[in-house]
């Protein structure tokens, strides 16, 4: 844990910071399209109205998030005695990955017109400023993916029996924020036979090779690719543990994905570890909120609840989704800092 002990204290203040300077970005968005009163608040339906279906959603979001945070003292002194380009140098401080994501979020929220009017797609908007250097900034190389790799780093250190030869297997591993340290952290404990790499997207497994064979000085021969999509799982019941990191939400029916999983995939009493970025009523994963709430037709994904006002789940959400499965729930860790991982049996 002692990353984590040694980081959480500034990932208190990323928080800090990320969310005045998004509050200022979205109020001057909005100040743009709508008259708020000085209390930050605006008519919302009138907003509705005049704009696009599809932003509905994010308009919603944004009035929510602004309510929210004009009562909230911390905040609003940040806000009212820093300008943005100092928030935004403390970001750059503290950690200068995330303050490439919250320029990612400038940029997208600076398309927020064309997707008003009904211009442009949510889609076409978050994933035309992708560029694969600053998603694997956002998932990987950023303060917040680092603490959510050492939480998984830290749960299965605490409860995994790692005496035989190891399979393992990672769903949706994309950019593979948690992929380099699982690999490292297997290499050290000299326990892995396999790891097996997958996601739905080839892509990312070729830019993932690339940089593990230019970057790092690990063998590669027992580190291989499976294309795997978690809504048609096929029956190959073989791995010792499964790690899926801020994926499992992406799945059509979580329950039944996680009961497929544990009856195809897993040997008996194999491990599943699941983590994900979890809503909190202090922090938000704001990157991500906006994205949920930019693409289109959320809000009638089948498994989530009141995503009007939110994109991501919180811990009691994820216990419950649990609770409902064949899995047990072992052990799990959940920081302040949006996020939790469980271990499954
Ligand atoms: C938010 S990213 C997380 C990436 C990585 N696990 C991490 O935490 O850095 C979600 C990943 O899940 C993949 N994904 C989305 N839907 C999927 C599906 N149905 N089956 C498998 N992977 C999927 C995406 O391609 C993407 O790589």
Known sequence: ???????????????????????????????????????????????????????????????????????????????????????????????????????????????????????????????????????????????????????VLSLIDSSLDLSQKQKWLELGAGVGGTTFDLINYSYKKKCLETYYYSDIHETFWNLFIRDLKNNYNFPCENIKFLKLNIDDIPCCKQFDTIFATNVIHCASNIISCLNIIKEKLLVTNGSMVIAETIRTAKYKNIFLEIIYHYVEDYSSLPIHVNTKERGLYNHSEWLNIINQTNFKLINNIQLNSCNAVYLLK
């Open 1 to 151: 844990m002692k990353f984590i002990e040694d980081n959480i204290q500034q990932v208190d203040k990323l928080f800090l910071y990320c969310t005045a300077f998004v509050f200022k970005k979205i109020h001057e968005l909005i100040t743009k399209i709508a008259s708020p009163n000085s209390n930050h608040h605006f008519d919302l339906n009138l907003l509705i109205q005049k704009g696009h279906i599809q932003s509905h959603p994010l308009l919603t979001f944004m009035e929510s998030y602004l309510n929210e945070y004009s009562s909230n003292l911390e905040i609003q002194h940040v806000v009212s005695t820093i300008g943005e380009k100092q928030i935004f140098r403390k970001i750059e401080e503290i950690d200068k990955h995330t303050s490439e994501v919250m320029l990612l979020v400038n940029d997208v929220l600076a398309q927020f017109a064309c997707f008003y009017d009904g211009r442009k797609k949510g889609k076409d908007i978050i994933f035309s400023l992708s560029g694969a250097k600053r998603w694997k900034i956002l998932f990987r190389d950023s303060l917040l993916a680092k603490m959510n790799s050492h939480l």
